[in-house]
């Protein structure tokens, strides 16, 4: 049994607590968070204890950390669970300021840390990978990701958000960088406000259509909109020499109804706490894999400077409308 | 160029007319029907002309003979279409009485008739039987056909329909035979009248399941609905031992909505006018090449009395409650 | 927490012991096998501790009993189990034998005994009848069920269950009942051994359609097969006055292949493992609930015995080739 | 009857000739192709005779002119067509000189000429626009097009084509603008050649990703590739905020097989002579509308201009890496 300290209680805190309490081999000792009710009830729910972060860091019984805290904290909280000497398993982004994540590569390069890039765990993005890299459709050539939340987040959280790039599409930088198998070198970004002028107010864009470029020319579109109007849309296309493979959108059942308009699917699953159920289930499990030693973390520190890398550039292009080479940041 | 004879000027004789029209090597000459009128308006848009039936047996350059008139008169028409020596395409049923189409036996049995089982015709089916002959789901064991109309048809049709067994089933006994690979041996028919009370003052059923049984054990569910609520359902399912295929519904388009609610597709095509527009042009076009000689009949006067005996028996099973022996009739 | 004993150790057993300790308010304290072994292996991995059945039933402080042990001891250790006073969650089905299910009726008719019927608690079903009873299709008229194995169980077995009907197609009596909104009255079953003749040899059949009726004439088809060639097909099709309703399969991810031949699915689920894996989860969700006193079992002894006369009927219909009248037996 | 004379005896000029023939109120009377032998076969088929052009356009029986012919006769053949009074229906391109195109607005800007984009009367596509127009995903924001051909052309084709962007994205490039519901502004291309290296040595690509930029910031994107590797991909993703419409790729039936695999739908219909058959048909009987004066040319010279100043951006924003303006051409 590996005890673990869990810092946030908010939204995905709820969810990392009730993972890490199911997963067989971990047990959650510890919650932190500055709303000492809110990590007192979490606590509570799960048999944990809410305490300070000193004494969670000071346990040497603790050899877990999850950092599932609000983002602008990500980074010191990383940096000390490492310091404690810590398996870290922290939520993305490490941190808004690619400055300030860089300065920490010393510390963080070679730690073992685990970045929670969730959607690497959803089975059916996986299963997808799985035929890329089995070679199913031969070389890769082209990518297509889609990425629109079914309705914008209130207009405080935007403002602090970081921007469209680095809070929602930093997910699909990741997916691209982990199925194009080799580095973007470019990024050209296209970017509207459609949605919501107090989007604009805010200084961010709500729809964007992104291309990667790799060396090679391979060629990867990423399409990002704050509000789909009919659910959380996430899908992946890979397009190669030999055909394509594609992850389509979840729905709640596989009920179809037959009248006189057609027939209709049930509703899609809404938003990640649904739809990413099973990867946060799968990265929990790889998580106490990584402290039984059997796995070393699949997605870590570089993985996380990468895609913020490709987001700051894409606010770059967005904002210049020209493309912005990867290697000038 | 062949010549031909078309009796019927309604529904199914338009379809005909147009199809005639336009199949490479066959000239619609005459069109024949009791309502001079119609006759004469379908013959107007076909460059075709409206005459009398002794006119068109008559005509030594009329090569082929379409019969899409009232049912009663099919028999008739057929018998006479075969005595004055034409290539005959008569639409089913041959006549509602096994008696009466056993009697023309002698003179149909070997006649160049080909029986208008338009589903034989269809792509979908077409395909679907390619690969069970191919062996594709090896083995066949079991056979789903739904046959669900849109909306039953006015209750004077009804009356004289010959019941649904021998006017709607017909068609869905002839496709078990042909999928089926061997002949039904028993007929088992569960049936109701839930959607129109006046179908059962006329003496019918609007609602029925089947089951044929043949020798070797295969079994074959039939589904019908003289009502679906949602379009015209013609769908066939086959089960091996190897996997199962399945012709689905044909919808409007490929257009796909999301909303809220969901993925809904188009319509379903709603009636067989539409379902079947393929179904009937290759039927013609197999009808010209029996004119020229490269085929004989792919379904003919014997697939008539056989289908028409299953019905009987599927009708007797219905008011018995029992399994009747296709044999016993 | 209540406390739980579960008899069983083998498949089905180990399911519920990993549901009843992942559901929130139940404690596994005892594990309860002939099978020391295996008893004592799951026993640890749950950290439970196997015991024989009269410690169990003994301990005042178990609230709850499972029986997921082998058919032929779950009628006794249902008895036993609500003689104790517990709560109990009993495998189907009750027994074989319908006059051993009926002669317990005094004793497990009115107790708290929630019978495992699992597809009632499939959230694709789920979904099917939530839509059904709000009368988005209508009056419905005709069900069909399909329920096909993805490959026969080991002839042992087969010699031992009951046969097809007692052992598989319960659980689609059971679906029948649930959905039809009013009881079959009349059952008629076609069946052949078209899979393995030793199935015949067992004196059973391996492919088989039925057909309920109930009063009003409503019908339903179950559609039965020991092996599928594909997984596991386990669908629901409901047709009522204004269109249809259809649960699906499932699939193991949504990820589809296109290539030369079209596009390709992933894979169904293979089996009732995976398939039900979820409908397990919240048919112990609605154990806890029970034992709160929250909810009475949404299926009980009077659902067994129901399904069971049902599958008595087909078998006797098979054999005989005969529709049977539920109120016969 | 309007009597017709067909230039082009080629892959689309026989497509073009058999509709004709069999859509009412033409009369197809000449074909003209510099291959005398073609255009005599051709003619033979279909009971017109094959002439010179002068005899074409000196006939004033002759009412409509259908320019099938090699691109590069396009526009002077066009421009012959309207000196002589004659309706006229072109295939796309009218030129690949932007320039050329331009000066001949004088005689063309007005005269009835439909352009060949023959994707405006495909009934999936128009399916998506009706609803589109009807408002049902509400106000359209962003588009995806995709269009790969199942295999690229042979290189010496590739050589005289033009280029990937006026020779088969040009296509694209009016269902943007007939969609998008504002003209694009801006176009940036990210291509490259990854499919066969004799493409780029011929100064063309062969993989594309093409972003459109409206006025109001609606942005398009268009997927372009050579080569599928499964058949003819041609879809249109329209995202509103209401929700989203789609028009998917067409199967060659509705079969699919169930196996240890999965579910295999049947193949992907292959190329544009298949997929858009039904669409040259409408497009005909647009024609004969046009003809009769029942209805203009719903896609005249503007719009084959427009699509070619699109092709020319997007050639130059691939060369030069930047987005082009429309303006500045």
Known sequence: MFNIALFGAGRIGRIHARNATSTPGLKLKYIVDPDRQAAGRLAGECGAAAVDSD??????????????????????????????????????????????????????????????????????????????????????????????????????????????FKDMAIHDFDMARWLLGEEPEEVYVSASCLIDPAIADAGDVDTAKTILRTRNGRLCVISNSRRSGYGYDQRIEAYGAAGS?????????????????????????????????????????HFAAILRGEASPSVGYRDGVAALVLAEAAGLSA???????VRSL
Chains 1, 2, 3, 4 share one sequence.
């Open 245 to 285: 493979l594609r992850a389509d959108n979840v729905l709640e059942s596989t009920v179809h109804t037959w009248g006189p308009h057609g027939s209709a699917s049930d509703t899609f699953q809404n938003f990640f706490l649904d739809r990413y159920a099973e990867a946060y289930r799968r990265e929990m499990r």
């Open 55 to 164: 004494t969670a860091f000071g346990d040497a019984s603790v050899a877990g950390v999850i950092i599932g805290s609000a983002t602008h904290v990500h980074l010191d909280q990383a940096l000390q669970a490492v310091a404690a000497g810590k398996t870290t398993f922290c939520e993305k982004p490490l941190d808004l300021s690619l400055e300030r994540v860089r300065a920490a590569a010393a510390q963080l390069g070679n730690a073992p840390l685990l970045m929670g890039f969730n959607r690497r765990f959803d089975p059916h993005f996986q299963a997808l990978k799985e035929r890329l890299d089995a070679g199913v459709i031969g070389n890769l050539e082209t990518l297509n990701i889609t990425s629109h939340d079914p309705a914008p987040p209130p207009i405080e959280y935007v403002r602090v958000s970081g921007g469209l």
């Open 319 to 325: 904002r210049s409308n020209k493309p912005v080479s």
